[in-house]
C-alpha cells in the first residue's frame, strides 16, 4: 500500500507535466494577451509589461521559466524580494539566505497580487466550502438511497427518489437564492453572504473558527446548495447498486443463517453496495470544486471561483495556470484517498 | 421413527412480466430425523424453489407460496412470524446453495462468516465462536484452519468455499441440512470429495439431509430415499434401490437411460430424454411431460395424474404406468 501511494505521487507530478504543458500551449493559442484591452494601451507600455513579466521572450522559455519557478527551489540573499519573486516556502537559512520554493508568479490583473497570494487567501475558502459540500451530499444521498431501495417501489422509495430528481434539477443559480430569501431574509436564521473564516489557516485550508457557529452559519446555505444537487446523484447511485447486490447469492446466504434484515443490510449488502458509490466521489469532489464558481457568487464568498473565471478572460496566464494545476492535484489527491477507501472496502482490491 | 418435515401441498409461483411461473405446483413428501432424502431432477424442474420455499427464502416479489403446509418438527414454518422462522434457519434447518464462488460475502474474511451464525444462535462470545470455527473449518477439511480465519473467499477455491459454506451450515447442529446441487459447479475429483465428507459428517452428526442434484448417479450412494420433479410436481418417489431396479415413471427410466452402467455391457447405448423442458409458464393441463413422453395416452394432455402408492413406499404420478411395469432402463 506504501509503495502504491509513492507510485501514485510520482505518477502526479507526470500527470501535472502534462497539463501544464497542455494548458501553457492552449493559453498561447488563444488570440489576445493579458494587455490588450478595449482602449488600447500605447505600444511602449505594453513593451515594457511584457518584458516586466518576460512575455517577450520565446515561448518555450517563458515555459522553462515558469517550472523553473514553480518547481526548483532558489536560494537568494535579500529578505523582501520583489513581489513578483514570493514563493510559498521561504525557509531563513543561517548566514542570512532564504530558501525560496515554489513560486506561482504575479497575477497579471490584480497587480497587487500574486497567484501564491490567491491560494493562501482564496483556494483554502473554496476547498472548505467544496470538502463540507462533499459531507452534505454524503449525509444526505447516502441514507435516502438505501431507504429508497430497502423500500423499493413503496411511497418512501417514491419520495425518496422525488428529492433527489429536484435535486438534480435545481441548479445553485435557483436554489441560493430561494435558501437567502426563506433563511437570510424572511426568517432571518443566517446570514445571507459572507464567510466566516478569514486567513491565516491552519494547514493550509483548516480555519481557525472551525469550532465556532460564526462559521457554520455562513456555510450551511451554500454547502447545502450545492450539497443537494450532489446528494440526488449519490442517492440514485446507492439505489442501484444496493438494489443489484440485495439480489447477490451472498446475501440469501447471510439470510439463511437468521440474520435480521438490518444486520443483513448494514453488514453483507451495504459494504459491497458502496464500493461504485465511493469510485465517483473522487471525480465528483473536483466536480464540485471546479464549478463553485456559482455559488461563491450567489453568496458573495471569497473563494477562488472569481479569480480563476477572470483569469481565463482577462488571459491573467500565471492564474490559469495556477490555477488548473491546483485543481489537477487535488483532482489527483482525491482520486488517491478513493483508491485507498476502495481497498478498505473491497479486499479483492490491492496494490501491491 | 417420527417425520422430522411433513410437506403438504406445497406451491410456490413468481409473478413475472410475462405471466405466473408455476414453479412448484402443490408437492408432498416426508423426511423422518437423520435420513437422507435426494431430490433429482433437470434443470428448471423446480428443485431448488421447493427448498427456498421450505426456508421461506423466496424472494418476494416476484415469488410467493401460494400454498401449502411445511411440518418442521409439528411446527408449521408458513405461518410461524418472521423473527421466529430466522432463530429455525441457520440453526435447525440449515443450507448449503449451488453457487460456491457467490455465496460467501466478497468482503468479509471466512471465519467472521461461520463465526456470525455461532454468535447468533448460540451466543458465543468472539473467542470461543472463532475457536469453534477453526474446529468446524478443521472438521469439513481444511487445512491450516485457524490461519485462513482472516481470508476472504477470493482466496479460496470453489472446492474449499463449499467446503467453508458445509461449516457454515454445520455449525450450530442443525437437525436438517439442506444441500441445493452442491457439487455442480465444481470439477469432478473435487465433487466426489464434497460428497463423501457429507456421508461421513452424516454418520458422526447424525443430522437428515436433503440432497438436491440432477445427477442420479451422485444420489445412489447418498440417499435412502428419491424424489424425481419435473416441471414443479414430484413424479416419482421410491427408496434409492427400488427407483433404480424398479423405475415406473417414463421420466425416470429417461434419466436412468441417460446414465452410464457398468454392467450394460458393450454396444449399450445411452439414451436421453428426447425434446425440451417444459415452459413454466401457461403450463398445460395435464401432465406437464406428456410432449416428451413415449408413452403418451388419452388422458395425459387434459389431467395432472395423482401422486399413487405403487408399492411399500414407492409413488408414481403417472396415467400410463401400467405400460412401464417391468421396463430396464438401458433396455430402450
Ligand atoms: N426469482 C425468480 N423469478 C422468476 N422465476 C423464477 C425465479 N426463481 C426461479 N424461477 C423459475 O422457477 C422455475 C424453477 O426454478 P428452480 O431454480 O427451482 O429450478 P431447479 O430445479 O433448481 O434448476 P437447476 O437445476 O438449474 O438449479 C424455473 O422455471 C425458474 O425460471
Ligand atoms: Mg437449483
Redesign the interface.
Known sequence: MGRYIVQRFLWMFIVLFVISMITFAMMHAVPGGPFTQEKALPPEIIANLEKRYHLNEPYWKQYLLYIDNVMVPHISKDAAPEMVDEALVEISLPGGNYLRWINFGPSYSSRSRTVNDIFREQLPVSIQLGVISMVVAITIGLPLGVISALKQNTIWDFLGMSVAIFGVSMPVVAMGPILIWIFGVALKWLPPTGWGAKPPFTLFFIPNTLGSWDFWKHTLMPAFAVGTGYSAIIARLTRASLLQVIHEDYIRTARAKGLSERIVTTRHALRNALIPVVTILGPMFAGVLTGLFVVEQVFGIPGMGKYFITSITNRDYPVIMGAILMYAFFLVISNVFVDITYAWLDPRIRYD | MTNLLEVRGLKTQFFTQNGIVRAVNGISYTLKEGECLGIVGESGSGKSVNVLSL?R?I?TPPGKIVGGEVLFKGEDLMLLPM?EM??????EI??I?Q?PM????????IGFQVE??LK??KGMDSKAARERTAELLTLVGIPNAIERLDD?P?QFSGGMRQRV?IA?GLSCDPALLIADEPTTALDVTIQAQIVDLVKELRKKLGMAVIWITHDLGVIAGLAERVIVMYGGYIMEEALVKELYARPRHPYTIGLLGSLPRLDAGEGAKLTSVRGQPPNLVNLPDGCPFAPRCDFVGERCTQKMPPLEEIGPGHRVACWEKEKTEGMKPHAR
Open positions: 426456508m427464502l424472494p423473527d430466522r432463530r429455525i434457519r441457520g440453526a440449515a443450507m446453495f453457487e457467490t455465496s460467501l460475502n466478497p468482503v468479509l474474511t456470525e451464525a447468533l444462535h476472504y477470493h459454506m457454515m
